[in-house]
């Protein structure tokens, strides 16, 4: 199958041209994948590759895009919501972020048709795994919502459908991409991935001294709980785990971001920040706290407010920096945790 022109890069667009018969050089390359990124709205400047030579590289190349089934918006915040369709009729679905500097947007990308991770606080596990995305798709959903945006889309987050290192090397190109000056040209620090922790894969992504932000959705440091709660990535013991994330400080000598699904009556006790100073000592973290998502009857409920002080006071006490982050988008089923590619009818 012919490579997309989202997902390849200038070197190796000369590559494939080169060993299709066409001659083409890296700077026309650049020009190629330029002009297919440019946003619609965007004059293109003048011409400096023939037509000729434009005409053959692109006969090379696939232009597929994805449908756009629908898209809500929550009145409540900004946040819009994207149900795609791949060629294969396979649905999957984005959300248009809006940040604190007006203007300014990021993009939460999904990397899989479902998860197979199964975590229970999750619509998207519920699912099971149909497919993993291709990185062009995982591309074209960020320009589809790009090119609709009321100003620029400076960011992008893997938090999506799907567990994004499972499905790593596709992730990991269209992270490349999005960074590429001749792809989106976005901040390396701009792009976030976030995983539940599969521990190989963390130590891969670190070895690789990839230039994304990396996010671990922690959300308990009890065995028995990690096992009902995140069933799939459990079979990794927590000290290898920790050991991994340490590794990855240690590479990158920044802070390590935990996250948090914080839910009442499961994972708010002292305990818990008594077990994450154990496993994380002498390691630089911060607690991203966001509140579960749950819309089913009898699912997880969110933490009183008594609740989330006593832990909030729990982590000031053991000197953890937290930050709790506001999930967005849920009176459209868009916020965390609550993707499952459903119909926008009476969400």
Same mark, same amino acid.
């Given at each position: 199958m012919l490579p997309h022109v989202l997902s390849i890069s200038p070197t190796e667009l000369v590559d494939h041209a080169v060993e299709s018969g066409v001659a083409l050089r890296i700077e026309q390359a650049r020009r190629i994948l330029v002009d297919a990124w440019a946003h619609p709205s965007r004059?293109?400047?003048?011409?400096?590759?023939?037509?000729?030579?434009?005409?053959?590289? $692109? +006969?090379?190349? /696939?232009?597929?895009?994805?449908?756009?089934?629908?898209?809500? =918006?929550?009145?409540s915040d900004g946040f819009v919501k994207y149900l795609l369709r791949a060629h294969d009729g396979a649905e999957f679905e984005a959300v248009r972020i809006p940040l604190h500097r007006p203007g300014r947007f990021s993009v939460c990308l999904s990397s899989q048709v479902g998860c197979a991770m199964r975590c229970d606080f999750c619509a998207t596990g519920r699912l099971g795994l149909t497919r993993n995305l291709e990185a062009w798709e995982i591309l074209a959903s960020f320009v589809a919502i790009?090119? $609709? +945006?009321?100003? /620029?889309?400076?960011?992008?987050?893997?938090?999506?459908?799907? =567990?994004?290192?499972?499905?790593?090397d596709e992730v990991i190109r269209a992270g490349l991409r999005l960074r590429?000056?001749?792809?989106?040209?976005?901040?390396?620090?701009?792009?976030t991935i976030s995983t539940v922790g599969l521990v190989p894969q963390i130590r891969r992504?670190?070895?690789?001294?990839?230039?994304?932000?990396?996010?671990?959705?922690?959300?308990?440091?009890?065995?028995?709980?990690?096992?009902?709660?995140?069933?799939?990535?459990?079979?990794?013991?927590?000290?290898d785990l920790a050991d991994a994330i340490r590794s990855h400080q240690a590479a990158t000598g920044g802070r390590v971001t935990i996250a948090w699904v914080l839910m009442g009556g499961i994972n708010t006790g002292t305990d818990e920040v008594e077990r994450l100073q154990q496993l994380f000592a002498g390691v630089p973290i911060i607690v991203n706290l966001i509140d579960v998502n749950d819309a089913r009857p009898g699912g997880y409920a969110r933490a009183d407010d008594a609740e989330r002080g006593r832990l909030l006071d729990g982590l000031a006490a053991a000197k953890i920096p937290f930050v709790r982050r506001y999930s967005g988008g849920a009176a459209r089923h868009a916020a965390c945790g609550m993707l499952a590619a459903s119909r926008f009818e009476g969400a």
């Amino acid at each position: 199958m012919l490579p997309h022109v989202l997902s390849i890069s200038p070197t190796e667009l000369v590559d494939h041209a080169v060993e299709s018969g066409v001659a083409l050089r890296i700077e026309q390359a650049r020009r190629i994948l330029v002009d297919a990124w440019a946003h619609p709205s965007r004059p293109r400047p003048r011409e400096t590759v023939s037509v000729r030579t434009r005409s053959q590289v $692109e +006969a090379l190349l /696939r232009h597929d895009r994805l449908e756009i089934v629908e898209r809500a =918006e929550d009145p409540s915040d900004g946040f819009v919501k994207y149900l795609l369709r791949a060629h294969d009729g396979a649905e999957f679905e984005a959300v248009r972020i809006p940040l604190h500097r007006p203007g300014r947007f990021s993009v939460c990308l999904s990397s899989q048709v479902g998860c197979a991770m199964r975590c229970d606080f999750c619509a998207t596990g519920r699912l099971g795994l149909t497919r993993n995305l291709e990185a062009w798709e995982i591309l074209a959903s960020f320009v589809a919502i790009r090119d $609709e +945006a009321p100003g /620029r889309v400076t960011g992008a987050v893997f938090q999506g459908q799907g =567990e994004p290192l499972h499905n790593y090397d596709e992730v990991i190109r269209a992270g490349l991409r999005l960074r590429d000056p001749c792809g989106a040209a976005i901040s390396g620090d701009a792009i976030t991935i976030s995983t539940v922790g599969l521990v190989p894969q963390i130590r891969r992504f670190t070895a690789q001294r990839l230039p994304f932000r990396l996010i671990i959705s922690l959300t308990t440091t009890d065995t028995a709980k990690r096992g009902r709660l995140l069933p799939v990535v459990s079979r990794f013991e927590l000290e290898d785990l920790a050991d991994a994330i340490r590794s990855h400080q240690a590479a990158t000598g920044g802070r390590v971001t935990i996250a948090w699904v914080l839910m009442g009556g499961i994972n708010t006790g002292t305990d818990e920040v008594e077990r994450l100073q154990q496993l994380f000592a002498g390691v630089p973290i911060i607690v991203n706290l966001i509140d579960v998502n749950d819309a089913r009857p009898g699912g997880y409920a969110r933490a009183d407010d008594a609740e989330r002080g006593r832990l909030l006071d729990g982590l000031a006490a053991a000197k953890i920096p937290f930050v709790r982050r506001y999930s967005g988008g849920a009176a459209r089923h868009a916020a965390c945790g609550m993707l499952a590619a459903s119909r926008f009818e009476g969400a």
